[in-house]
């Protein structure tokens, strides 16, 4: 049973697809919660956003394709979309409108990490 209820409620409440993550954790909360928190710890998340910057766009691509997978496996839906539009800009080298989309994947991450 998981000690932290309302955590659990709260993320579903920010969309964040619990009961799917935790199949593929195959029910191991505990890890889980650690995924999680290794996740936001990410430093590929900096790295995408110097990436960004200097105008990089295979290694930001390279950044944003590791991150999406990550999202989607801990059921971070909505980060995931925005990380699947940024790795698809990326993809055809262009940066126009890179750092909004970068910009919008930190602020969702924030308001998920306040959780804890």
Not at 35 to 57: N, T
Request: glycine share 6%; no cysteine.
């Amino acid at each position: 049973m998981l000690r932290e209820k309302s955590l659990w409620e709260m993320l579903e409440k920010r969309e964040v697809n619990v009961k799917r993550a935790l199949l593929i954790m195959k029910g191991d909360e505990e890890a889980y919660k650690r995924f999680l928190i290794e996740f936001f710890e990410d430093p590929d998340f900096a790295r995408l956003g110097e990436a960004i910057g200097a105008k990089e766009a295979k290694n930001a691509f390279t950044y944003a394709h590791g991150l999406k997978g990550m999202a989607a496996n801990l059921g971070l839906d909505r980060i995931y979309e925005k990380l699947d539009m940024l790795v698809e800009l990326l993809r055809s080298d262009k940066l126009e409108g890179a750092q909004e989309i970068y910009d919008a994947v930190i602020k969702e991450s924030n308001e998920i990490i306040r959780l804890f």
